[in-house]
């Protein structure tokens, strides 16, 4: 449990002079976990599906749903970027159950990582839809004098992303820790419930503002509407 | 607060990593199943569409054929009636034709029938007009009329050419014939005026036959001479026939 102090990271071990922290390891962990699972669930797919793929399939398509609403083009291109995002961040979420794993997303590290492929991915979309021309005249939009502003937020965004995710997950997993510490065994129960809720809905957050921030880039006038900060 | 980069580097890198995984182990195997699905499902359609098409093609084929099949039906039954119109128009002019052919026989056979009649009537009428006339001059004097039927006689030998005359007195013994038995003065008269007119002929004989009504008959064995009434009324008769058929001939 993370009762010291919820900015520490703990290095395990290093190789080389490259310092392998817990929260890379558990995202290894994790990213072997959903690899294995994929891989079983997706080799004998069937034009006739079984429940599992219809359960997969139907969270697929859920995906490229909401992807098509907010971003209003076709998910193909953006599925596996948005769709990693939402089940990465929720496994990384929840691995807070298995006891002794510090969910990933606790640290700063991998918030910042996310935030920082988010803000890649918005610009690699956006000068690949509109050009870098295109990209750079969306940012005088409605006027030239906002460019500035523009600019900031497309930083202060990311920004955000990283602080907002960070402190929903490390706030919970440090309160948990602390009350685990205090109480007993059972009274952090309630509390690890509402960690479960609290992570699907950030990675819901995170995932449906990656599609509002690329979405925005693809668009000229997308930076009318970039504004939502739940 | 420490921020390790190294731990932001490698984080980075995993979730990059973790979204080629995903792109390959799950999102791309299962869109790839939902549009293989959806091709399936478009090939169905369009196997249904195909299937639709072709049921109304076949539809519309057999709907043509069956249209074909009234109209040849149609055609056929007015040909049929045409034909039994003509059947019958034929066979009732043959009818008529027979009907006719029977009425004129049915109308010649009933004036031969009819013309039969009259005559067997009007031969029954001369019989009867015979009978009656013979009844009738019966009542006459036999003397008054013997006497005048003899001389008639007498005067038809008279009008006889002379060769036949003597042809009939060689023909052998001559038989006078009366409607009653002559008395003796009578028979010896009678054979004496004879024989004045037929020198050559042998002594006659005598008959009676009451049929004659009056008069006489010199019977020869080749020739007989006739003058009674029972002649003149079958002469009459004979000739009314004769008319009659003559005019019937001519209508």
Redesign the interface.
């Known amino acids: 449990m993370k009762i010291a102090s919820p900015?520490?990271?703990h290095?395990l071990f290093t190789v080389g002079p490259?310092?392998?922290?817990q929260?890379?390891v558990t995202?290894?962990g994790i990213?072997a976990v959903?690899?294995l699972v994929?891989?079983a669930?997706?080799r004998r797919?069937?034009?006739h599906?079984g429940k599992a793929?219809a359960a997969?399939?139907l969270t697929?398509?859920m995906i490229?749903g909401q992807i098509r609403e907010t971003m209003e083009v076709p998910p193909?291109r953006y599925?596996?970027?948005i769709?990693?995002f939402l089940?990465?961040i929720l496994a990384a979420n929840w691995s807070s159950l298995v006891p002794g794993v510090e969910p990933?997303t606790a640290?700063?590290?991998?918030d910042?990582?996310?935030a920082?492929?988010v803000f890649g991915a918005t610009i690699y979309y956006g000068v690949r839809v509109l050009g870098p021309a295109g990209y750079l005249r969306s940012f005088a939009q409605p006027s030239f004098l906002l460019a500035p502003l523009n600019l900031i937020e497309l930083f202060t965004r990311s920004l955000s992303l990283t602080v907002r995710l960070f402190g929903n997950v490390m706030s919970g997993v440090f309160m948990i820790g602390v009350v685990l510490s205090l109480a007993g065994l059972l009274v952090p129960i309630p509390l690890m419930a509402l960690e479960l809720l609290t992570g699907a809905v950030q990675a819901y957050i995170f995932a449906t503002l990656a599609m509002v921030f690329i979405g925005g880039a693809i668009s000229e006038a997308s930076h009318t509407h970039e504004g939502a900060n739940p | 607060m420490h921020f390790d980069g190294w731990t932001l580097a490698l984080q980075t890198i995993n979730v990059l990593v973790l979204v080629w995984l995903l792109k390959r182990f799950l999102f791309r195997p299962v869109a790839d199943m939902i549009a293989a699905r959806q091709a399936a499902a478009e090939t169905l359609l369009a196997d249904a569409e195909a299937a639709r098409a072709e049921a109304a093609a076949r539809a519309t084929a057999l709907k043509a054929q069956n249209d074909a099949f009234a109209a040849e039906a149609v055609e056929r039954r007015a040909a049929m009636q045409a034909g039994v119109e003509a059947d019958r128009a034929r066979l009732l002019a043959q009818a008529k034709e027979a009907a006719e052919a029977l009425s004129r026989q049915a109308q010649a056979a009933s004036a031969a029938e009819r013309e039969r009649i009259e005559r067997e009537l009007e031969a029954r009428a001369g019989v009867l007009a015979g009978s009656m006339a013979e009844k009738l001059l019966r009542r006459l004097p036999e003397r008054e009329t013997t006497a005048a039927m003899f001389a008639a006689l007498l005067d038809r030998l008279r009008a006889m050419p002379e060769p036949e005359r003597r042809k009939l007195a060689a023909e052998g013994t001559l038989t006078l014939v009366t409607p009653a038995a002559p008395g003796e003065a009578d028979r010896v008269r009678y054979a004496d005026a004879l024989r004045q007119l037929l020198p050559d002929m042998t002594p006659p004989e005598f008959a009676a036959d009451p049929a004659l009504v009056a008069g006489f008959e010199l019977r020869g064995p080749h020739t007989i001479v006739r003058n009674s009434w029972r002649a003149d009324l079958d002469g009459l008769i004979a000739r009314l026939n004769e008319e009659e058929g003559s005019r019937a001939a001519l209508a």
Do not use: K, N
């Open positions: 900015l520490e990271t290095v490259v310092p392998i922290a929260p890379v995202t290894w990213m959903l690899t994929s891989w669930v997706t797919l069937a034009l599906p793929q997969l399939e697929v398509d490229a193909a599925l596996p970027l769709g990693t089940i990465f990933p640290a700063l590290e991998t910042a990582a996310l920082l492929i």
